[in-house]
């Protein structure tokens, strides 16, 4: 096993993860992306872990770490989807330019 | 010999439900493609001996935020069409190809040329290696980075109470 076929699954999801928030318009599906990229990271935090074995699990905690973070963000970020939704009645990032200049 | 091949089925796997959530058009086979992602992903992680993180994987994302993501699509409305029509010409194929590039060029610099940053790990995934076991984990996470942990418990906390202070939330009545 190499270290590298890992990487470049890290890379692929991350640039899905970019396509995902560049093109879709639903806020929803923009968090799935975020959601597509922070697993991007945890993989390359896991498999450098898993061959530079540290006396700390540096890697590992860290992805947990890094769950934890994603977890706090899809909860607070779904709440501020629901309320935009509750006051325009609309889920399009297009339609959401009230604090455009 | 069974890593390789795990490896190959299981990144499959996670690129095909990568597409799905990008591409598809109904909001819960987005959801359902990021849950085919996660699972594989987690297989991932067992074979590279990180098996408490595999379980965080499953429980957590898998098991909560992907109800959370369900319940928001299920309010919002599954039959809200997504208007596809480029505000920005050409951004969608535009984006398409940095991404291309930049996967092109991470697999190029990774298997063309010699980019070894780290040593293959000669055992490989050597089962008597105790590196993601719960007391591998818990001791480094309890002592070095005992600091760390309890900012994140802060975080959990002022995002649960963001989260039900905006849900509970009423324009005062004038």
């Given at each position: 096993?190499?270290?590298?076929?890992?990487?470049?699954?890290?890379?692929?999801?991350?640039?899905?993860?970019?396509?995902?928030?560049?093109?879709?318009?639903?806020?929803?599906?923009?968090?799935?992306?975020?959601?597509?990229?922070?697993?991007?990271?945890?993989?390359?935090?896991?498999?450098?872990?898993?061959?530079?074995?540290?006396?700390?699990?540096?890697?590992?905690?860290?992805?947990?770490?890094?769950i934890?973070?994603?977890?706090?963000?899809?909860?607070?970020?779904?709440?501020?989807?629901?309320?935009?939704?509750?006051?325009?009645?609309?889920?399009?990032?297009?339609?959401?330019?009230?604090?455009?200049? | 010999?069974?890593?390789?091949?795990?490896?190959?089925?299981?990144?499959?796997?996670?690129?095909?439900?990568?597409?799905?959530?990008?591409?598809?058009?109904?909001?819960?086979?987005?959801?359902?493609?990021?849950?085919?992602?996660?699972?594989?992903?987690?297989?991932?992680?067992?074979?590279?001996?990180?098996?408490?993180?595999?379980?965080v994987?499953?429980i957590v994302y898998?098991?909560a935020?992907?109800?959370?993501?369900?319940?928001?699509?299920?309010?919002?409305?599954?039959?809200?069409?997504?208007?596809?029509?480029?505000?920005?010409?050409?951004?969608?194929?535009?984006?398409?190809?940095?991404?291309?590039?930049?996967?092109?060029?991470?697999?190029?610099?990774?298997?063309?040329?010699?980019?070894?940053?780290?040593?293959?790990?000669?055992?490989?995934?050597?089962?008597?290696?105790?590196?993601?076991?719960?007391?591998?984990?818990?001791?480094?996470?309890?002592?070095?980075?005992?600091?760390?942990?309890?900012?994140?418990?802060?975080?959990?906390?002022?995002?649960?109470?963001?989260?039900?202070?905006?849900?509970?939330?009423?324009?005062?009545?004038?």
């Amino acid at each position: 096993m190499l270290l590298n076929q890992f990487l470049v699954l890290g890379a692929a999801l991350f640039a899905f993860g970019v396509y995902g928030l560049l093109v879709r318009r639903n806020v929803v599906l923009i968090l799935l992306s975020v959601e597509l990229m922070l697993n991007a990271v945890n993989i390359n935090l896991i498999a450098f872990e898993s061959y530079l074995v540290s006396a700390q699990a540096v890697g590992q905690v860290f992805a947990i770490f890094v769950i934890t973070v994603a977890a706090a963000e899809v909860g607070i970020g779904l709440a501020i989807v629901l309320m935009i939704f509750r006051n325009r009645k609309s889920a399009n990032v297009d339609d959401l330019s009230l604090m455009r200049w | 010999m069974v890593e390789p091949i795990l490896f190959v089925l299981m990144s499959m796997a996670a690129l095909a439900g990568a597409v799905t959530v990008v591409a598809a058009r109904n909001p819960v086979y987005s959801a359902m493609g990021l849950l085919g992602t996660l699972f594989s992903v987690a297989v991932l992680y067992v074979l590279q001996l990180a098996h408490l993180v595999a379980a965080v994987q499953v429980i957590v994302y898998a098991g909560a935020v992907l109800t959370l993501f369900l319940f928001v699509i299920m309010l919002i409305g599954v039959d809200k069409e997504e208007h596809w029509e480029e505000p920005l010409r050409y951004q969608r194929s535009f984006v398409a190809g940095m991404a291309g590039v930049v996967v092109l060029m991470a697999a190029g610099l990774t298997f063309f040329t010699d980019f070894d940053w780290v040593p293959a790990a000669v055992g490989g995934t050597d089962p008597s290696r105790t590196i993601g076991t719960v007391q591998a984990i818990a001791e480094p996470m309890f002592t070095d980075w005992v600091l760390a942990f309890e900012a994140t418990a802060l975080l959990l906390t002022i995002a649960a109470a963001g989260a039900i202070a905006l849900a509970h939330y009423r324009r005062r009545p004038h």
